[in-house]
C-alpha cells in the first residue's frame, strides 16, 4: 500500500506534542529534583532542628512507651544554640561530618557523625517525613563513606523495635555489634538527660566497616526508614 507522503500540516501536528505547555511546563511528567549534600554551617541549625523535632517524633512515638523520654531526646538534642555550636565543631574537626541534603534549595536532610566517643559514631540520620522514600537518606550515607578511607569502621545506635530501620541497615552491610538500653546509652554517650525512673528501651549497636575495593556502600534502592539514635 502506497502511502501519501506527510504534510505540513502533519509536521505541524507532530511538532506540537513537542512544546511546552503554557500551563504544565516542559515536560508532561513532573522530574524530580536533584539532591545536593553539603557540609553543614551554623545557620543550617534553625532547618536540622525542625526537621530533627518532627522526625524523631514520627519515627519513635510508637516505639518508645515512655512519652518522657521521647520529649527529654527531642528538647536536648535539638535546642538550637548546642546544634549550632555541634554543626561548628564538626566543620572544624578532620574526623567529623556533620552533612545537610538540599532540594531546590530547601534542607530536607541531615547527617552527624564524630570520633568524639569511645569509637567513631554515626549519630543520627533524617529526613523530612514528607520526603522520605527519595533517595534522600541513601545521599547522606553514601556521601559519608565516599570520606571515609578503607578500613575505617564506625558504629550507630538503633532502637531494636524499628525493624524497617534495621533490616535496611544490614542489607547494606551493617552489622550487630552490640545490644544495649537506649536510655542508658543516650545518657552515658551522647550526654541526654532523662528523670529518675525512665523506661528502658530495648536498642541495637549496628556496625559498618568500609571494605577495600568496590564502594561498600552501594544502596541502590529507596530507603526502607531513616534510622538515628539521637
Not at 10 to 23: C, G, I
Not at 143 to 172: C, K, T, W
Not at 173 to 179: P, W, Y
Not at 198 to 217: C, E, M, N, Y
Request: net charge negative.
Amino acid at each position: 500500500m502506497i502511502t501519501a507522503p506527510p504534510t505540513a500540516e502533519d509536521h505541524w501536528k507532530r511538532l506540537q506534542a513537542w512544546v511546552p505547555d503554557p500551563e504544565t511546563g516542559f515536560m508532561a511528567r513532573p522530574t524530580t529534583p536533584e539532591t545536593i549534600v553539603r557540609d553543614a554551617v551554623p545557620p543550617d541549625a534553625a532547618a536540622v532542628a525542625s526537621i530533627g523535632k518532627v522526625a524523631v517524633s514520627a519515627t519513635y512515638k510508637d516505639l518508645i512507651d515512655d512519652a518522657a523520654v521521647l520529649e527529654a531526646i527531642v528538647e536536648q538534642s535539638y535546642a538550637l544554640d548546642p546544634l549550632g555550636e555541634c554543626i561548628a565543631r564538626c566543620s572544624r574537626a578532620a574526623d567529623a561530618h556533620f552533612l545537610v541534603a538540599e532540594r531546590d534549595g530547601q534542607i530536607v536532610g541531615f547527617l552527624h557523625y564524630d570520633c568524639e566517643g569511645r569509637e567513631p559514631e554515626l549519630h543520627r540520620i533524617y529526613v523530612e517525613p514528607t520526603q522520605k522514600r527519595r533517595g534522600i537518606g541513601r545521599a547522606l550515607l553514601q556521601e559519608l563513606h565516599h570520606r571515609l578511607a578503607s578500613g575505617d569502621s564506625y558504629i550507630l545506635m538503633v532502637v531494636a523495635a524499628n525493624q524497617p530501620a534495621v533490616a535496611f541497615y544490614e542489607r547494606h552491610g551493617f552489622v550487630e555489634d552490640a545490644r544495649v538500653d537506649g536510655v542508658a546509652y543516650m545518657h552515658e554517650q551522647m550526654g541526654v538527660e532523662f528523670a529518675a525512673g525512665a523506661q528502658p528501651v530495648p536498642a541495637l549497636i549496628l556496625r559498618f566497616t568500609k571494605a577495600a575495593g568496590p564502594r561498600s556502600d552501594d544502596l541502590s534502592e529507596p530507603e526502607a526508614a531513616e534510622h538515628a539514635g539521637s
